[in-house]
Structure formats: C-alpha cells, structure tokens
C-alpha cells in the first residue's frame, strides 16, 4: 500500500514539477535533497528559496491527497491562523483581550 501511495506522489511530482522528472532530474533536484541549513547563514535567499519550494510543494502535495494517512493529517495550530495570515492594511488585527479586561466587563 505504501509502494503504491508513492508511485502515485512521485509521478505526480514528475508532471507538475519539472525538478521531479523521473527520466531527467535536475541538478536543483540535487541540491534541494541535500543538507541546505549552511545556507541560511552563506546565502538567506538561497536558504528562503529552498524553504519555501519545499513549503509549497508539501502543501500542494496534501492538498492532492497525496500525503497523510486515513489516520493522520497535517496539524497546525489554528489559533496561531490570524496572526499568520494577517496582512496590514488590509484586515485590522483584533485585539486580545486580557485578564484585566475580561474581569471589568
């Protein structure tokens, strides 16, 4: 079952991204698969790049059903959402209320 679940990962990987190319991978395919944590301090944008591919690829991954299990999904704290998301200018970000402010009312 495991087998099979990959094979439909890898060749979906192969379709949608052309590092993945199952008859020619890339050099960046290489690169991305190596130990890239030097680069944060080397390189920031290099570091930021291969962070934010894996993030993207993992999520449009899940969003496939191709990742996770009948079991098991990919969690993250829904309460952390708003912060996360907010975007100046745009949504004002609510104000937490307090101890304080919570007994006075």
């Given at each position: 079952?495991?087998?099979?679940?990959?094979?439909?990962?890898?060749?979906?990987?192969?379709?949608?991204?052309?590092?993945?190319?199952?008859?020619?991978?890339t050099?960046?395919?290489t690169?991305?698969?190596?130990?890239?944590?030097?680069?944060?301090?080397?390189?920031?944008?290099g570091?930021?790049?291969?962070?934010?591919?894996?993030?993207?690829?993992?999520?449009?991954?899940?969003?496939?059903?191709?990742?996770?299990?009948?079991?098991?999904?990919?969690?993250?704290?829904?309460?952390?959402?708003?912060?996360?998301?907010?975007?100046?200018?745009?949504?004002?970000?609510?104000?937490?209320?307090?101890?304080?402010?919570?007994?006075?009312?």
């Open positions: 079952m495991a087998s099979k679940r990959n094979s439909r990962l890898q060749a979906y990987l192969s379709c949608q991204y052309t590092d993945f190319d199952l008859n020619k991978p050099k960046r395919l690169s991305l698969y190596s130990d890239f944590s030097k680069l944060a301090l080397l390189n920031q944008y570091y930021d790049a291969n962070v934010s591919y894996w993030r993207s690829l993992i999520l449009d991954c899940n969003m496939q059903g191709l990742l996770g299990c009948i079991n098991h999904k990919l969690a993250f704290n829904a309460s952390e959402l708003p912060d996360q998301f907010l975007r100046p200018g745009i949504v004002k970000k609510k104000k937490k209320k307090t101890d304080e402010t919570s007994r006075q009312k």
